[in-house]
């Protein structure tokens, strides 16, 4: 099994346009056309059994509508081996009824983006989330680190995210991109054996530009598979969560990657799916 913890994707009707808006300002290469349908066929051609897709809540005013959509196609999009996440933004006028909502549909997290939601994660407003998500057994995914395409400031730092496991230790917290993306210095010192899960979204081998941005900033970011695996053992192997941000890596060549660490078997597995399973509260195959 391979189940694949941090994916986006778009209605059908949007989703070549956003994605196209996203390369341009993060200069990168999407590998899907950020649909459904193209995650899919994704999952399909590398084997990845489960997708959790998470939605990006930009404003107060997409919550409800999105979730609204999400729990009305729950049954398909997990047949078809999409699990969808919640989402919430940090300026919603009733988050915990909302998460109550989410949790009693059996949606089983939320996504939060401290850099597109203009909130640092430590904000009270973030830490609100954060702690009512936890109260209600809820996973709490947030982006961690620096945003490829938001590079002025650190909206989800090593540090914020330090005080969020002191003042509310939350149980079930996953921290995007290896504990902090562009941070892999901080994450080793500070951040590597504290009692939350990290996601490989984005932060594996190498970032692929668009063409003519080949000198763009950040490209040359990524840990190496040798620095990724170091910092598994470091952290801890339990605590790691496959996951590609598809459309933003591709899934099979990122699965190949990660392969290649020099992990053992056994902290493979974690890795690909029992984490993931165990969080999820899937059956394991």
């Known amino acids: 099994m391979i ?3 941090h994916t986006h994707t778009f209605p059908d009707k949007i989703a070549e346009k956003v994605v196209q808006n996203l390369a341009k300002v993060s200069c990168t290469m999407p590998f899907t056309d950020g649909s459904q349908r ?3 066929s994704s999952m ?9 897709t998470l939605p990006v809540m930009t404003s107060p005013e997409q919550v409800d509508k999105i979730h609204n ?3 009305d196609n729950m049954e398909a999009l997990t047949a ?3 699990i969808p996440f919640g989402g919430m933004h940090p300026e919603h006028d009733h988050m915990r009824q909302e998460m109550i909502r989410l949790r009693d549909a059996g949606i089983k997290g ?4 401290p850099a597109y939601q203009k909130k640092d994660l430590n904000h009270p407003s973030m830490m609100k989330i954060i702690d009512i998500a936890s109260d209600l057994g809820l996973i709490i995914i947030t982006h961690a680190g620096i945003d490829i395409g938001i590079y002025d400031h650190d909206y989800a730092s090593i540090s914020h995210a330090l005080e969020i496991l002191d003042q509310i230790q939350p149980q079930r917290f996953v921290l995007a991109h290896m504990g902090g993306w562009g941070c892999w210095e901080a994450v080793e010192n500070h951040l590597a054996g504290a009692p939350v899960y990290f996601d490989t979204a984005f932060s594996v081998g190498p970032i692929v530009p668009l063409p003519a941005h080949e000198k763009a900033p950040y490209l040359d970011t990524n840990l190496t598979v040798e620095a990724f695996a170091r910092l598994c053992h470091k952290h801890g192997t339990d605590k790691i969560l496959f996951a590609t941000d598809s459309p933003w890596q591709d899934q099979s060549d990122t699965i190949s990657l990660i392969r290649s660490a020099p992990l053992s078997s056994h902290d493979m597995d974690r890795i690909l799916y029992q984490n993931a399973a165990g969080l999820l509260q899937l059956p394991m195959e």
């Open 3 to 5: 189940i694949d913890f």
């Open 38 to 40: 193209g995650l899919l």
């Open 110 to 113: 939320v996504k939060i983006h």
């Open 69 to 71: 959509g999400i729990i």
């Open 80 to 82: 078809a081996g999409i």
């Open 44 to 52: 399909t051609k590398s084997g990845v059994d489960y997708s959790i």
